[in-house]
């Protein structure tokens, strides 16, 4: 139990420090880690799971996040996102084999499943001091990367 309310609070440490500290990505980042919790705690009472077949709450809520910090990871001028989606594909990943019934250890599919999950607040939580501590020194970047090519433009040769 004192396991579930330390990783409760270090959630609640990094949506509050990303709403407060954060640019734009961060507090993308905060509002899709509590989308998921919100996911898993609704989905878990009305669907009950073992780890001995797929979770399919988890799946969901973890198949949404991979896509939203992808979707991050890709427009973001942060590195933060990168790290978070590849632990959100491992998640991904754990249901993936546990769909196609290769076989897997209840154990294993859990640790695959939550112990990425615990590491993105603390992900989260880096990238928003790193953001902070860039805008104390004055570095003021754009948080978005513009893919339309107009912040480079091509100088004609004379």
């Given at each position: 139990m004192?396991?579930?309310?330390a990783t409760?609070?270090l ?6 420090l990303?709403?407060w ?7 993308l980042g905060?509002?899709?880690?509590a ?13 009950a799971?073992?780890?001995?077949q797929?979770?399919?709450v988890?799946a969901?809520?973890d198949t949404?996040?991979?896509l939203?910090?992808?979707t991050?990871?890709?427009h973001?001028r942060r590195i933060w996102?990168i790290?978070v989606s590849?632990?959100?594909?491992i ?7 546990r769909?196609?019934d290769?076989?897997i250890?209840?154990?294993?599919y859990?640790?695959m499943n939550?112990a990425?999950?615990?590491l993105?607040?603390?992900i ?27 912040s480079?433009p091509?100088?004609?040769?004379s």
């Amino acid at each position: 139990m004192a396991l579930f309310f330390a990783t409760l609070a270090l959630i609640l440490s990094a949506i509050t420090l990303a709403m407060w500290l954060g640019d734009s990505p961060e507090k993308l980042g905060a509002i899709i880690i509590a989308a998921q919790v919100l996911v898993n705690a609704i989905g878990y009472q009305i669907v009950a799971f073992h780890y001995v077949q797929i979770d399919p709450v988890s799946a969901i809520a973890d198949t949404t996040g991979l896509l939203s910090f992808c979707t991050i990871a890709l427009h973001a001028r942060r590195i933060w996102p990168i790290w978070v989606s590849s632990l959100q594909l491992i998640a991904v990943m754990a249901h993936v084999i546990r769909a196609l019934d290769i076989q897997i250890h209840p154990i294993a599919y859990a640790i695959m499943n939550w112990a990425p999950s615990d590491l993105i607040p603390l992900i989260l939580i880096c990238g928003t001091a790193n953001h902070w501590r860039l805008k104390r020194k004055g570095v003021n970047l754009p948080p978005w990367r513009n893919w339309s090519g107009r912040s480079n433009p091509i100088v004609p040769k004379s």
